[in-house]
């Protein structure tokens, strides 16, 4: 047993894959190949090593299969750690990855660009205010991973609304640790390989009072897709497609697709009016019991013999 993880008996873990480099793909011998295994409640980190051979491959094991870890092999190269998709040894000990790629490392270039941008946005809650999840699909056009020059000049930034509050990175391909918010701009600057889309994933709340949300577009994207669990908004955008409504869940989402946006073009959402609550009115109701103490207090004061 390994770290409160289920075993597979004494059985071995084996996985083997290949090192391939750059967009021709060639096989990279001679570099490390690391076996890490993750797992949630402890007993994490690497477990076994070795060169590559001459067509990029390695074989790497382990002593016991854990059905509760998931096993992940990476590779540095120049200064950059890739790692292959993960592994769950569930009824096997046995797996083969795919390669794992790997690329020189620039910080100039074309610009990295968003592929493509989700937008989901809850119904609001009890104090009317409304999360909204965004996931950013970004692509790197280069030849070799995109890493920031500095700490001023990230490798991709993006605008979001004005009226954003509590920002908070989410689990995605690029590391939260690489990201922050400057004023109403996200700033990326973790590497960025070239090839494949990296999934981006960061949320924030809307405050009760905005009844217009604009979606900022300041650079051109593939796409930009929109779920609305109020079913009832209305979106505002160029080419604005209606999808339906989709089922997430056990909730209901209204979808909206606009493609091949423009940098300056206008994505609106307008939500309806709210109706009376007693959490709207709560604030009034405090200032309310706040004047008449005060008023007490001052009655009581003047009334007080000398």
Same mark, same amino acid.
């Given at each position: 047993?390994? &770290? ?28 490390? /190949? ?10 994490? &980190? ?21 059905? +509760? @870890? ?20 569930? &009824?096997?000990? $046995? ?19 968003? +592929? ?11 104090? &009317? ?103 009832? $908004?209305?979106? +505002? ?20 697709? /606009? ?32 004047? +008449? ?6 009655? @009581? ?6």
């Amino acid at each position: 047993m390994l &770290g409160g993880g289920g075993t597979l008996g004494a059985q071995q873990v084996v996985i083997s894959g290949r090192v391939l480099y750059g967009l021709n793909r060639r096989p990279l011998a001679g570099t490390w /190949a690391i076996l890490h295994r993750v797992h949630m409640r402890g007993a994490s &980190g690497p477990v076994d090593s070795m060169r590559t051979g001459p067509q990029g491959d390695y074989r790497l094991s382990a002593s016991r299969v854990d059905t +509760a @870890a998931v096993y992940v092999v990476s590779s540095l190269y120049r200064g950059i750690a890739y790692f292959s998709e993960p592994a769950r040894m569930r &009824g096997t000990n $046995a797996a083969t990855l795919k390669p794992i790629l790997v690329y020189d490392t620039t910080s100039t270039g074309p610009p990295i660009h968003a +592929a493509r941008r989700l937008v989901t946005i809850a119904r609001p809650g009890k104090d &009317g205010t409304r999360a909204v999840l965004e996931l950013l699909a970004l692509q790197n056009p280069g030849t070799a991973t995109r890493v920031a020059p500095d700490t001023t000049h990230p490798t991709w930034a993006g605008v979001v609304p004005h009226d954003a509050i509590q920002f908070e990175v989410g689990e995605g391909d690029v590391s939260a640790d690489a990201v922050g918010l400057r004023g109403d701009t996200v700033a990326v600057f973790g590497p960025i390989p070239p090839d494949d889309q990296k999934q981006l994933t960061y949320s924030y709340v809307l405050p009760a009072t905005t009844r217009r949300l604009l979606i900022p577009i300041d650079q051109p994207i593939g796409e930009v897709d929109l779920l609305l669990e109020d079913t009832t $908004a209305t979106v +505002a955008a160029p080419g604005l497609e209606s999808v339906g409504v989709q089922a997430i869940e056990q909730r209901r989402f209204a979808g909206y697709r /606009a493609a091949a946006l423009q940098r300056g073009a206008v994505v609106s959402v307008t939500f309806p009016a709210t109706g009376f609550s007693v959490q709207t009115m709560l604030p009034y109701v405090i200032a309310l019991v706040a004047l +008449a103490l005060v008023v007490g207090l001052v009655i @009581a004061l003047r009334k007080r013999p000398r």
